[in-house]
């Protein structure tokens, strides 16, 4: 494993390949710009989801929101987009593969209909999809996962173990070939399931989920900013979230899921799940791993497993963090809309230059 070169950093000072981030909701309209800048000047690319409203299905909306993405970015910022198509019952192989093949589509997305925002077009049965999926592990485009069963019956705090067992276990082996992401992952039995699955299963991890608890949802009141899909667990699944971001397996790679919504969309009777983490993911992924003793493993983790697993260069530049008093903000505001940002109220130990 390659560690950041000790002899670029101090105490005080952490060099870091630039990172990229495996997992954001950009969103779109008068969000775009706000969230898009926020991202890009940590991460030199990121795999931006499709849960628009359309959702992105087409590799002609895909090619247009990239264009978006990139026109609402300030002069100079290198940023590459990463676009994914967004599965429905009823999307073509061909659609997807020749996405893929022009480069516009870098991944597929399966959200379970009805698992979280925006996902009401999602697959109801993953085997209405086996001709797509069949086409991706042919031509090695990867599957990213929402991992969460959606059946009422199923507690919500098990969604993602019966997703694993009743879903992902068997469509791995029906698709031996097929690269798959599990995304965002909230449970020791994600963990256990993807250190004992082969070389084309991975996953990734975000900063809150390594940070949260199920408790933090509650303390001292209802918490509607530590609400996310899929919810956060109890402690214990915490921890082994944050021993596998530490341990160094190349299977576990930064992915933020920052999932910006406005402050009364969460703040609301029936409150969106989302956890607004850009404004400082990589600092608050610092903040862990050096609470891990592990920050000589934060690069591998930001910025090497993940291309690898995609197949993708390294990036070339690098990012600097200072050890200082960093206070985030209460909150961020937009062009007419607020967003609450993780940390919010916090100081962290880290800054980004
Ligand atoms: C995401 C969103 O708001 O788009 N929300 C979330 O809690 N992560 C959707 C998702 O990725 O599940
Ligand atoms: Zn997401």
């Not at 993911?281 to 862990?288: D, F, V």
Request: proline share 7%; aromatic share 8%; with cysteine.
């Amino acid at each position: 494993m390659s560690n950041a070169t000790p002899s670029r950093n101090t105490e005080d000072t952490l060099v870091l390949r630039r990172p990229d981030d495996w997992h954001v909701h950009l969103r779109d309209g008068s969000m775009l710009e706000l969230v898009a800048d926020l991202t890009a000047r940590q991460f030199a690319r990121a795999i931006v989801m499709p849960n628009l409203t359309p959702p992105v299905t087409t590799v002609a909306a895909a090619a247009a929101y990239r264009e978006r993405i990139l026109a609402a970015l300030p002069p100079g910022r290198d940023f590459t987009p990463l676009m994914t198509a967004y599965l429905t019952d009823s999307i073509a192989a061909d659609e997807i593969a020749s996405g893929f093949e022009s480069g516009v589509f870098t991944a597929c997305k399966l959200y379970p209909a009805n698992a979280t925002t925006n996902s009401a077009h999602g697959v109801t049965d993953v085997r209405n999809l086996h001709g797509v999926l069949e086409r991706m592990q042919a031509i090695g485009m990867p599957l990213l996962v929402h991992g969460e069963v959606t059946t009422p019956e199923v507690d919500i705090f098990d969604r993602e173990a019966v997703f694993i067992e009743r879903v992902l276990a068997p469509l791995l082996e029906d698709f031996p070939g097929l690269k798959v992401v599990l995304e965002h992952i909230t449970t020791r039995d994600a963990v256990a399931f993807v250190e004992a699955g082969p070389d084309r299963l991975a996953a990734t991890i975000t900063a809150h989920h390594l940070r949260l608890d199920r408790n933090d949802l509650f303390v001292g009141g209802l918490r509607p900013h530590a609400y996310c899909l899929p919810v956060v667990k109890r402690r214990q699944h915490k921890e082994a979230l944050r021993a596998a971001a530490a341990s160094g397996n190349p299977k576990f790679f930064l992915g933020t899921d920052t999932a910006p919504h406005q402050r009364q969309d969460k703040e609301s009777a029936c409150g969106c799940a989302g956890i607004f983490s850009a404004p400082f993911a990589i600092e608050s992924y610092a903040e862990t791993f050096e609470e891990l003793g592990a920050l000589d493993r934060l690069e591998a983790f930001a910025s090497e497993f993940g291309p690898r697993f995609y197949g993708l260069p390294l990036n070339e530049g690098t990012i600097t963090l200072r050890r200082e008093h960093n206070p985030v903000p209460d909150s961020i505001q937009g062009d007419g809309f607020t967003l609450v940002p993780f940390h919010a109220g916090e100081s962290l130990s880290w800054r980004l230059d």
